[in-house]
């Protein structure tokens, strides 16, 4: 299958009806908000903003310092953890409601019960296996595909007579170079295709990469050679982790998002196939997993860490109290966890 044969011309047709009729959709992203999903959700709000719509983003989580330029400062946005009222309130005024990143409404936590008791007709586009079909009257997903911003990239040429506005194309480049790391993972002719147009179209990828890249502050520089040099654990079974404690992030103030990539550069090492990093949160750690072709990163999230994902990207929990007595035990468990699954 081509990574674009998910969508088909009566969906769409379908889709044209429903925004026609639609005064006030809501775009939903999936908690801790990474460049795809602020990128995707911004650019469909902007095209339906665009048509006159009063089209809002809600997300559970509020994203991290270094990525809240992408959401456009016109287009309504509101979050879950600093205004939990407003955020529910405007999913139960929405007449048209849009799951973007997210395979199920469970990835949007606090935010589910009111997205599912919506009687609005409800939209998914996404690109995660398994997908929650059920749960919406439309769904534009296939994980043959590089991104969510791809999925909406190629939904907004179907959908769109005139040339978009150059902040809607901007927030897609970004999703999708984040989400494959610049094109390091999860790449398919499409999306090259879609960079390629884009770079047309006339957006500055350069500046982009500016933004995405180079504008961290010095401590996130420091955490990340610390984190390396003390704190990776490479393995004779070709993996490696790293924990990443509340004392170490308070030690280099670390900001939400600064650990973001950290996880690839053990995959730097030759004979390391398969990655992990452990982010120690308010009872659980988040669970970051990376890997080379051949080694599944995703079935190791959905086996070990309560998660799931990509072949080779992939993510879940590891919770104090149910799966480790304390936040103590993480490293044995990780290690028994990487031997027993690559012996």
């Given at each position: 299958?081509?990574?674009?044969?998910?969508?088909?011309?009566?969906?769409?047709?379908?889709?044209?009806?429903?925004?026609?009729?639609?005064?006030?959709?809501?775009?939903?992203?999936?908690?801790?908000?990474?460049?795809?999903?602020?990128?995707?959700?911004?650019?469909?709000?902007?095209?339906?903003?665009?048509?006159?719509?009063?089209?809002?983003?809600?997300?559970?989580?509020?994203?991290?310092?270094?990525?809240?330029?992408?959401?456009?400062?016109?287009?309504?946005?509101?979050?879950?953890?600093?205004?939990?009222?407003?955020?529910?309130?405007?999913?139960?005024?929405?007449?048209?409601i849009f799951l973007v990143d997210a395979?199920?409404?469970?990835?949007?936590?606090?935010?589910?019960?009111?997205?599912?008791?919506?009687?609005?007709?409800?939209?998914?586009?996404?690109?995660?296996?398994?997908?929650?079909?059920?749960?919406?009257?439309?769904?534009?997903?296939?994980?043959?595909?590089?991104?969510?911003?791809?999925?909406?990239?190629?939904?907004?040429?179907?959908?769109?007579?005139?040339?978009?506005?150059?902040?809607?194309?901007?927030?897609?480049?970004?999703?999708?170079?984040?989400?494959?790391?610049?094109?390091?993972?999860?790449?398919?002719?499409?999306?090259?295709?879609?960079?390629?147009?884009?770079?047309?179209?006339?957006?500055?990828?350069?500046?982009?990469?500016?933004?995405?890249?180079?504008?961290?502050?010095?401590?996130?520089?420091?955490?990340?050679?610390?984190?390396?040099?003390?704190?990776?654990?490479?393995l004779p079974n070709g993996t490696a982790?790293?924990?990443?404690?509340?004392?170490?992030?308070?030690?280099?103030?670390?900001?939400?998002?600064?650990?973001?990539?950290?996880?690839?550069?053990?995959?730097?090492?030759?004979k390391v196939k398969l990655s992990v990093?452990?982010?120690?949160?308010?009872?659980?750690?988040?669970?970051?997993?990376?890997?080379?072709?051949?080694?599944?990163?995703?079935?190791?999230?959905?086996?070990?860490?309560?998660?799931?994902?990509?072949?080779?990207?992939?993510?879940?929990?590891?919770?104090?109290?149910?799966?480790?007595?304390?936040?103590?035990?993480?490293?044995?468990?990780?290690?028994?966890?990487?031997?027993?699954?690559?012996?």
């Open positions: 299958m081509q990574p674009m044969d998910f969508i088909r011309k009566e969906n769409i047709q379908t889709l044209e009806q429903w925004i026609a009729r639609a005064a006030s959709p809501v775009v939903l992203g999936h908690t801790h908000p990474d460049g795809d999903a602020l990128g995707a959700t911004a650019a469909l709000a902007l095209y339906l903003r665009g048509l006159g719509k009063d089209a809002a983003v809600v997300f559970p989580d509020s994203p991290a310092d270094n990525l809240r330029f992408i959401l456009p400062a016109h287009v309504p946005c509101l979050f879950q953890d600093t205004d939990p009222d407003a955020a529910v309130q405007r999913i139960q005024q929405a007449d048209l395979n199920a409404f469970s990835r949007i936590e606090g935010l589910q019960d009111a997205a599912s008791a919506s009687s609005a007709p409800k939209v998914l586009m996404d690109h995660h296996l398994n997908p929650d079909l059920d749960s919406f009257g439309l769904a534009f997903t296939t994980p043959n595909i590089s991104s969510a911003s791809e999925v909406v990239y190629w939904i907004l040429k179907e959908l769109m007579e005139e040339a978009p506005s150059s902040s809607m194309w901007d927030s897609l480049m970004i999703g999708m170079t984040t989400d494959t790391n610049n094109f390091a993972n999860s790449v398919f002719p499409s999306t090259f295709r879609m960079a390629s147009e884009l770079i047309e179209a006339g957006v500055d990828r350069d500046a982009l990469l500016q933004q995405i890249y180079w504008s961290y502050r010095e401590n996130r520089v420091r955490l990340m050679g610390y984190m390396q040099s003390e704190e990776l654990h490479v982790y790293m924990i990443l404690t509340k004392d170490i992030q308070e030690r280099f103030d670390m900001l939400d998002g600064e650990s973001e990539g950290l996880v690839n550069v053990p995959l730097a090492i030759k990093l452990l982010k120690e949160d308010d009872g659980h750690f988040r669970v970051s997993a990376r890997s080379k072709k051949g080694t599944s990163a995703q079935q190791l999230a959905r086996q070990y860490f309560h998660g799931g994902g990509h072949e080779n990207a992939a993510g879940g929990k590891l919770f104090i109290g149910q799966d480790i007595a304390s936040a103590q035990a993480a490293p044995a468990y990780v290690e028994q966890v990487l031997k027993a699954f690559l012996p």
